[in-house]
């Protein structure tokens, strides 16, 4: 459909018909919104939104993967800790630090032993802790470290060394007596 304009003007020879139908083509694309400038750069946004979500998506998913991994360690050592947990009996408070303060377990006489040779260990377990075996504590460090409380057979970093090698330059006297 024309317009009573375009009708005079074709009559006249003012314009040709091809003309005509290209203007009405391009009036028509601008009255539905789709010409063909916008219409890269709205497809150019539509890409990098596209783009940003699957970013986001991935890095979503990546996080709640990590947070399975974490609770199924977590689960793995809370069933190995109750599958090899010694009772906690015994007339003796074994204390020990943890988190900044001193917290203290009943123990037999060869459990404080054992403790202090570092042949058993102490972990968290869920509000309290357990009192476990050395190849148990060898399990449980490979998969959350952070539940081993108290392990003797691990030696401290100490900085003896560096103190033995700073002291060493210094003469101590043969016949000093204390």
Same mark, same amino acid.
């Given at each position: 459909?024309?317009?009573?304009?375009?009708?005079?003007?074709?009559?006249?020879?003012?314009? !040709? !018909?091809?003309? %005509?139908?290209?203007?009405?083509?391009?009036?028509?694309?601008?009255?539905?919104?789709?010409?063909v +400038?916008?219409?890269?750069?709205?497809? +150019?946004? &539509? $890409?990098r939104l596209?783009?940003?979500?699957?970013?986001?998506? *991935?890095?979503?998913?990546? @996080?709640?993967?990590?947070?399975?991994?974490?609770?199924?360690?977590?689960?793995? /050592?809370?069933?190995? =800790?109750?599958?090899?947990?010694?009772?906690?009996?015994? $007339?003796?408070?074994? *204390?020990?630090?943890?988190?900044? +303060?001193?917290?203290?377990?009943? /123990?037999? @006489?060869? /459990?404080?032993?054992?403790? &202090?040779?570092? =042949?058993?260990?102490?972990?968290?377990?869920?509000?309290?802790? +357990? %009192?476990?075996?050395?190849?148990?504590? $060898?399990?449980? $460090?490979?998969?959350?470290?952070?539940?081993? =409380?108290?392990?003797? #057979?691990?030696?401290?970093?100490?900085?003896?060394?560096?103190?033995?090698?700073f002291? #060493?330059?210094?003469?101590?006297?043969?016949?000093? %007596?204390?």
């Amino acid at each position: 459909m024309r317009n009573p304009l375009q009708e005079q003007l074709l009559k006249a020879g003012l314009a !040709k !018909k091809s003309k %005509i139908d290209q203007v009405a083509r391009e009036q028509a694309k601008l009255r539905h919104g789709k010409s063909v +400038a916008s219409s890269n750069t709205d497809h +150019a946004e &539509s $890409e990098r939104l596209r783009l940003e979500k699957i970013e986001r998506d *991935r890095a979503l998913a990546a @996080e709640r993967n990590a947070q399975a991994r974490l609770l199924e360690q977590r689960a793995q /050592v809370r069933q190995i =800790v109750e599958q090899t947990k010694l009772p906690i009996e015994g $007339e003796i408070d074994y *204390r020990f630090e943890c988190d900044g +303060a001193i917290r203290s377990l009943r /123990v037999t @006489e060869p /459990v404080r032993r054992h403790l &202090s040779k570092g =042949v058993l260990g102490i972990c968290r377990f869920d509000a309290s802790y +357990a %009192i476990i075996p050395r190849a148990t504590i $060898e399990k449980i $460090e490979t998969r959350d470290p952070t539940m081993i =409380v108290l392990d003797h #057979s691990r030696k401290p970093p100490t900085a003896d060394a560096a103190d033995d090698d700073f002291y #060493s330059q210094f003469k101590v006297p043969d016949d000093l %007596i204390w």
